[in-house]
């Protein structure tokens, strides 16, 4: 089945996929229904999770019924457990939006809820990140979540995304990361697709993101707390909920104004 999954994500254009998967999904997590596994986000059991990669398929990380990975689900605990995201009125900008979350965010009374991206179908605002639309400080929180791999002057991109923070907002910006690598490594003269998923990871990446991301985030402005989530939880719950145990969650803040 890895093989199946591999061959049609590095086939099938991501905005179809996502279309698709819409009609597919349901189906799927009916028939992978059970009790060993749970997803946190919609709280549905089951018997195993599906495969996912472009390059090196994960075994057992694909929610059947959110089409969650082991970092949204990370990701919706800590929202949910560490953050006001649910009970604060606030304005939330979401880059690139993830069906996992999509429909939930946009359902919060208390949220006023704006997507971009330059392709997704979920999009309320197409834009470049490196040259976004609104005015500054104009949002409360930004979620800009596996997004910056895919950006050739990631640092323009940054410097947006902390343009539009308001003073005191906050946000999270998951990457792929290599804890292991100290250095962030970046080759643009790679450009071969197969190439790139070998190197990178995935075709449509241009770098791996090492320990030094959290310091270039905080040579923005940037306040930057690198949280591991999964020490605040049991092994019994990183294993139910499939989750990556110490993944770190990139949260930032932007300084108020003196």
């Not at 990701?75 to 939006?97: C, E, G, I, V």
């Not at 990140?129 to 409360?140: G, H, Q, R, S, Y």
């Not at 605040?232 to 108020?256: D, M, T």
């Amino acid at each position: 089945m890895s093989r199946i999954f591999k061959y049609f994500l590095n086939l099938i254009p991501r905005p179809w996929l996502i279309s698709l998967s819409y009609w597919v999904r349901p189906l799927i997590a009916l028939f992978l229904k059970g009790k060993r596994f749970i997803d946190p986000i919609d709280g549905k059991r089951f018997r195993k999770f599906l495969p996912y990669g472009y390059e090196s398929p994960r075994e057992n990380v694909l929610s059947p019924s959110t089409l969650s990975l082991e970092r949204h689900r990370l990701l919706w605990l800590f929202l949910r457990n560490k953050t006001n995201l649910f009970t604060k009125p606030l304005k939330l900008l979401h880059f690139a939006p993830e069906q996992a979350f999509y429909k939930r965010f946009r359902k919060q009374a208390n949220l006023d809820y704006v997507t971009t991206d330059l392709n997704s179908p979920l999009a309320d605002v197409k834009a470049d990140i490196c040259k976004l639309p609104f005015e500054n400080d104009a949002f409360d929180v930004i979620l800009c979540n596996h997004v910056l791999e895919h950006i050739p002057d990631d640092t323009q991109a940054m410097k947006e995304l902390f343009r539009v923070l308001r003073p005191g907002g906050w946000g999270v910006f998951q990457i792929p990361q290599d804890v292991k690598r100290d250095k962030t490594f970046e080759d643009n003269t790679i450009t071969d697709k197969k190439e790139r998923a070998k190197i990178f990871g995935q075709y449509d990446h241009v770098r791996i993101y090492g320990l030094d991301y959290f310091d270039k985030l905080r040579s923005i402005g940037f306040i930057v707390e690198a949280v591991d989530y999964t020490t605040q939880l049991s092994s019994e719950e990183i294993n139910q909920y499939r989750l990556a145990k110490g993944e770190l969650i990139p949260f930032v803040q932007k300084p108020l104004l003196n």
